[in-house]
């Protein structure tokens, strides 16, 4: 019998109302390791009356006092650090240590949350007119509730409900359906805290339960990281429904290698950038732009490091990289490697048809490589979501820029040089939200916000850092006199 996911709600796990389920499957192995429910309008409404009825005690509790169950919290974390790093492997096909770099990474929104007594204060002014001071005050908002995706199942919910419920809201998490089971195993621990029941809350499902979170009347906003298409339908979604939105979308990230850039160490920072979590990251680099006579060195360079990576199993320390997440995922990243070779890139490096020995029927892809890329193939321009990084080729650094700057998406860019100029003139000029200088995952740390421009962005306060404070706050200004 497999295991049927509960839901967390008003402090109880509870069986969804839904007779739908959908198998979690770890992508190395093929084995089913739980089923997770299609969770319904019912459900939802029940975690949103839940949190509703928690709010009312829980904005009034000091915010000292809320922060200290974060405290809590991220101790808990570091305990059972191995158990969730674990887990992130077997529902997502990551490496463990990639798998403990997403954990380490999401305990630092943890931190962030924790500095909220200092974070959250406002100003004033005394006498602002003669007998009159003015100051505003921060309030939380109500409930607010993530639809997150599978490449990041501990990391990326974790952005924002510390922050969210330590400023005093609510909160419901609709985890992605394909990998619900690191979210499971956060909430047992959220359990632990005896928080007032409600405070956090639990919703598993696809695509209805995040319409109903969206269309609920309770729920004040909605934090959202995935694709752009489905980035698209929540912010519009939730902008018809009167709701606070930040819907973080897809990315197709580019890397400008300049002539005067060290070949040797920026490709090897480019070969993680590009492969790290088989390219399933929305910072991963996705095409290389060499620039003049760095083109031939960079692609030399980037077939020899990337054809020695070892693939395999996530829980095998040795492995360098793990699967994608599942078989749909490498059927579609297949195709977009025969696509480009259809629209005439040279295949320098083929990932397709790679087998681990004893992982047989695994979802891997290899490192994949396609050079002589052109702007106008869809490899260029589509994101492909895995191990398949594309070479193209600029004369100069304008050349690059342009390039750049035509696409749709608007994540991140980098650049590797030695040159201060050409790096002033890169992050002055490129329209992407996280720009590396010499860094391939230009990711920012939780006290920064999360960049995203164009395609890559619908919103206007990001996930992360003092864009996260105002999102999850009401200012209000209050005007006195007393004399
Ligand atoms: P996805 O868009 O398919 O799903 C994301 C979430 O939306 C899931 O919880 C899913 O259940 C829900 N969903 C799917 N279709 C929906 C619909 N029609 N209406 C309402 N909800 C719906 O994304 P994914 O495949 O899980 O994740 C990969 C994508 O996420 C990539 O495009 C990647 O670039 C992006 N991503 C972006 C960031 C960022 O910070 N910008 C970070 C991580 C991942």
């Known amino acids: 019998m497999v295991r049927k996911l509960k839901n967390y ?16 499957h770890n992508p190395a192995t093929c084995e089913v ?7 319904t309008y019912e459900d939802m409404d029940r975690a949103v009356q839940a949190a509703q009825v928690a709010f009312e005690e829980w904005r009034r509790m000091p915010v000292l006092n809320r922060a200290q169950y974060m405290h809590h919290f991220k101790t808990l974390l570091e305990d059972r650090f191995e158990d969730i790093s674990r887990i992130v492997v077997e529902e997502n096909g990551k490496t463990i240590d990639e798998a403990r770099g997403e954990v380490r990474r999401g305990i630092e929104s943890v931190d962030y949350a924790i500095g909220m007594p200092f974070l959250m204060r406002n100003d ?11 100051t ?53 621990i959220l359990e632990e805290l005896d928080m007032p029941e409600g405070v956090v809350n639990l919703v598993h499902g696809g695509k209805d339960a995040a319409m109903a979170m969206m269309e609920h009347p309770g729920v004040a906003g909605v934090s959202f990281v995935g694709s752009s298409p489905v980035a698209k339908i929540i912010y519009e979604t939730c902008s018809r429904n009167g709701k606070r939105v930040q819907a973080q979308g897809g990315a197709k990230n580019y890397i400008a290698v300049m002539p005067d850039a060290d070949i040797a160490a920026s ?13 399933q990251r929305c910072l991963a680099a996705a095409v290389v732009v060499g620039v003049g006579d760095a083109y031939d060195k960079v692609r030399e ?15 095998d320390e040795t492995t360098q990289m793990g699967t994608v997440v599942s078989d749909a995922a490498k059927q579609r990243i297949e195709n977009m490697i025969e696509q480009g070779v259809k629209e005439g890139a040279s295949l320098d490096l083929d990932g397709r048809g790679i087998v681990v020995n004893g992982f047989e029927g695994g979802s891997f892809v290899g490192p994949t490589i396609l050079s002589d890329v052109k702007p106008d193939m869809v490899v260029a321009k589509e994101e492909i979501f895995g191990p398949v990084l594309s070479i193209m080729r600029a004369d100069d650094f304008e050349g690059a820029v342009d390039i750049i700057n035509q696409s749709k998406y608007g994540n991140a860019a980098s650049i590797f040089t030695s040159s201060g100029k050409d790096a002033r003139e890169f992050k002055y000029r490129v329209n992407a939200g996280n720009i590396g200088v010499n860094i391939g995952v230009a990711a920012p740390s939780a006290s920064f916000p999360f960049g995203g421009q164009k395609d890559s962005f619908f919103g206007d306060l990001h996930g992360q850092g003092p864009d996260s404070i105002e999102f999850f706050t009401e200012r209000k200004v209050v005007i006195e006199r007393w004399i």
């Open 301 to 315: 360079e980037l077939i020899n490091q990337a054809r020695n990576l070892q693939v395999g199993y996530g829980l």
């Open 9 to 24: 709600i008003g402090g109880e796990w509870v069986e969804s109302t839904t007779d739908t389920y959908t198998p979690v």
């Open 33 to 39: 390791v739980a089923e997770a429910p299609e969770s």
């Open 136 to 188: 505003t005050i921060r309030q939380p908002v109500g409930v607010f509730g993530a639809i997150t995706p599978f490449n990041f199942p501990f990391m990326v919910p974790i952005w924002f409900m510390p922050t969210a419920i330590v400023c005093g809201n609510t909160y419901i998490m609709k985890p992605s359906p394909q990998t619900p089971l690191s979210m499971e195993i956060t909430y047992e």
């Open 124 to 134: 004033g002014v005394e006498d602002i007119s003669s007998g009159i001071d003015e």
């Open 267 to 279: 490709v090897k920072n480019i070969v993680g950038a590009a492969y790290g979590c088989a390219g």
